[in-house]
């Protein structure tokens, strides 16, 4: 009879469906197949993918490989917003960078040129944290234990912001960072 | 125990003593928890207002943290118990086997969700819902939440438990009722949700007294999601269930087809659970084949099911009101219908929100590539507070506009009630372009 009775037909299963009903169903199959395939697609073709290169690491190893980079490649000191030192590291072109997030900051400031692509080598030491670049708005979770290789091939110069949107704890709201691409 | 029953004049729904008194319980205790997190979240609002800016940031993250706790966990699942208890033992005319253990169940729930609360107030597990490690919180933050889903473990098993009792004592004829066959998919994903959740949360707890030395970061994510996504899940296959009960009471509306309905419930079983994985899109320890898979609801058959539903309540709503001779145009059927009725009202606004604000944000959300644009941005609550608000709060508020007068005697005013659907709905609006 209705909804919160048991079906009047006791043999429910064997009541044919309408037309009109199938043709949604349809519909709604096919909606779903191309979202699929278009995952696919993007997968192979798109200009903008999620990079699929990781390593298992500890903080101690993500960190000594990273002010190794640091030490390396530094080119100039800026002062951060709490008037801290920060050394500026310019990624050789075509190569691997390493940028550390941590409570709550972003280790070191990368230099990048236009049109190379860098190998951006993304883990935390202490807490989950999140990647976000402004204004181009590119979001990739950063956790500890994990090291992610990211592609990245800038297209425009200028100087970006790297904001933290993962919550982290109290400092989170004041984890910037920055990436300058010349 | 004796077992009396009582048949309501109003509705003439059929219920026993106990399982009306643990539906009563149950539903005030949610809407208690509700009231928490309402409050939560106008200090929410307010502080996130630049001209305003009421809290500072440790206060900011404590309320934040207990506004998702109160509302995504304690408020839902309060009211999903009564649900449960209404969709088994008053739709099937039945006893509730063992109401003693969804005593327990309950109390369980209770003394579960204050510890965590307590917690979240003592200042030292602002830890957000998400409680990622290896960020820690206090350990009766997480012995809170495990007594709460044990207890939420026990309702679902006296659920199961009623469904057996009704089929011995043949309480009905044929099949289960569509309403009742709904309630119990919802249950099925609550039992392997609440596994998930324990196989996460219990380990984190040794780690928090320092038992355990350490719980690996992108793991504790994956299962954790399993819980924290999936929990959405019961609520989605508890308010459809809720609009097929509201179609069938108002309307008398009779499911298009039984065989479809049921077969797109089932299709939530299957696949519904793949969702959270599109919470890890961009995190690094998974492959884009995985993400794919998963993210697709294996090839969106869960995104299928929700479209079913969006199809089939309304339809049945039109086929019958068509029956009683709206049948002019296009629409007179819903221009006709009882929209002064909040049960309806709120009903058909949760219908609408949910499918197309909610459910296509969240379609969207759920690719891969585009996941990368909105991953942990401003989009995401937005997303979420149109699922779980719109159309999830919003759906068991209509419904208690049917179950009050009915389990506490009491005449409502629908004139009097009509502002409140549109409540959440407003405030929801204001979220969804704050946010």
């Given at each position: 009879?209705?909804?919160?009775l048991?079906?009047?037909?006791r ?10 009903e199938?043709?949604?169903i ?9 979202m699929f395939?278009?995952m696919?697609?993007w997968?192979i073709y798109?200009?903008q993918?999620?990079?699929n290169e ?9 960190a000594a490989k990273a ?7 530094t080119i100039?000191i800026e002062k951060g917003l709490?008037?801290?030192d920060i050394?500026?590291?310019k990624?050789?072109?075509g190569?691997?960078?390493?940028l550390?997030?941590r409570?709550?900051?972003w280790?070191?400031?990368l230099e990048?040129e236009k049109?190379?692509?860098?190998r951006?080598h993304?883990?935390?030491l202490?807490y ?5 670049l402004?204004p181009v708005?590119?979001?990739?979770q950063v956790?500890p234990?994990y090291?992610?290789?990211v592609?990245m091939t ?8 790297i904001?933290c949107?993962e ?5 989170h709201h ?6 300058y691409v010349? | 125990m004796a077992?009396?029953?009582?048949t309501?004049?109003v509705?003439g729904?059929q ?5 009306e008194k643990?539906?009563?319980?149950n ?6 928890w509700?009231?928490v997190g309402g ?5 929410v609002?307010?502080?996130r207002?630049?001209?305003i800016?009421?809290l500072?940031?440790d206060q ?7 506004h998702?706790i109160d ?6 699942l309060f009211?999903?118990?009564a649900v449960?208890y ?5 739709l099937?005319r039945?006893r509730?086997a ?14 579960g ?7 979240i107030?003592?200042g030292?597990s602002s830890v957000?819902?998400t409680?990622?490690v290896p960020m820690?919180?206090a350990?009766?933050f997480?012995?809170?939440i495990i007594?709460v889903a ?6 679902t098993?006296?659920?199961f438990g ?6 011995r ?5 044929g ?8 309630a119990?998919?919802?249950a099925?994903i ?8 324990a196989?996460?949360?219990?380990p984190?707890f ?5 038992l355990?030395k350490e719980?690996?970061a992108?793991l ?5 999601w399993g819980l924290g996504?999936?929990s959405?899940q019961?609520n989605?296959?508890a308010?459809?269930s809720?609009?097929y009960?509201?179609a069938a009471v108002i309307?008398?509306?009779k ?7 049921r077969f797109?419930?089932?299709l939530?079983?299957l696949f519904?659970q793949l969702?959270s994985?599109?919470?890890l ?25 929700s479209m ?5 309540v309304?339809g049945a709503i039109?086929?019958a009101?068509r029956?009683k001779?709206?049948?002019n145009g296009l ?8 929209w002064?009725n909040?049960?309806?009202?709120g009903?058909?606004i949760?219908?609408?929100?949910f499918?197309f604000?909610g459910?296509?944000?969240?379609v969207?959300l759920?690719t891969?590539q ?8 401003f989009y995401v ?9 719109t ?7 209509a419904?208690t506009y049917l179950?009050?007068?009915?389990l506490f005697?009491r ?6 009630a009509?502002?409140?659907?549109a409540?959440?709905?407003r405030h929801?609006?204001?979220r969804?372009?704050?946010?």
């Open positions: 009879m209705s909804a919160i048991p079906p009047s037909e043999l429910w299963w064997k009541q044919p469906i309408d037309k009109v199938w043709a949604w349809a519909i709604a199959f096919v909606w779903g197949m191309i395939g278009m696919i697609y997968h798109g200009k993918n999620l990079s990781a390593y298992k690491t500890t903080p101690e190893m993500f002010e190794k980079f640091v030490a390396e490649n100039r709490n008037g801290e050394p500026v590291a990624v050789p072109a190569g691997a960078g390493y550390i997030a409570l709550w900051a280790y070191p400031i990048l049109g190379q692509t860098y951006i993304l883990s935390s202490d989950n944290h999140g990647f976000s402004q708005n590119i979001n990739i956790i234990g090291e992610h290789v592609k800038p297209t425009k110069e200028g100087t970006y912001a904001v949107n919550y982290c704890g109290i400092g004041s984890m910037l960072g920055r990436i010349k | 077992t009396t029953y009582r309501c004049p509705s729904l219920f026993e003593d106990q399982a643990l539906m009563r319980w539903a005030v205790a949610g809407v208690l509700l009231l409050i939560t979240a106008l200090l609002i307010l502080t207002w630049p001209a800016k009421l500072p940031a900011f993250y404590l309320i934040l943290t207990a998702g509302m995504l966990i304690l408020w839902i009211f999903e118990m449960l209404f969709a088994s033992s008053t099937l039945c509730l063992t109401p003693k253990i969804a005593w327990l169940g309950f109390w369980l729930m209770v003394v969700g204050i510890m965590t609360n307590i917690a107030f003592q030292e957000m819902f409680s990622y820690q919180a350990w009766h997480y012995l809170g007594l044990v207890g939420a473990l026990l309702g098993a006296v659920f009623t469904l057996v009792v009704a089929k004592d043949r309480t009905y004829q099949s289960l009722p569509l309403v009742t066959f709904g119990l998919t919802a099925i609550a039992t392997f949700t609440i596994l998930a959740g196989g996460i949360l219990i984190t040794f780690w928090s007294i320092g355990i719980i690996d992108q504790y994510r994956m299962v954790w996504h999936s959405q019961i989605v296959a308010h459809v809720v609009w009960l509201t309307f008398g509306a499911p298009l087809s039984e065989k479809v309905s797109a419930f089932l939530y079983i519904l969702a994985a599109h919470h899109l961009s995190d690094p320890g998974m492959s884009a084949e995985w993400k794919v898979l998963n993210t697709s609801y294996f090839m969106y058959f869960a995104v299928m099911a079913i539903h969006g199809f089939t309304p039109e086929a009101q029956r001779g709206y049948t629409f007179e059927w819903l221009r006709k219908a009882p002064g909040p049960v309806f009202s009903m058909f949760s219908l609408v929100s499918g604000l459910g296509i944000s969240g969207v759920g891969e585009i996941n990368m644009l909105m991953h942990n941005t609550p937005g997303h979420f507070h149109t699922t779980v608000v159309g999830t709060t919003l759906a068991f508020m419904i179950l009050v007068p009915v005697r005449e409502t005013d629908p004139a009097e009509l502002p409140d659907p409540l959440p709905v929801q609006h204001v969804s372009s704050a946010w």
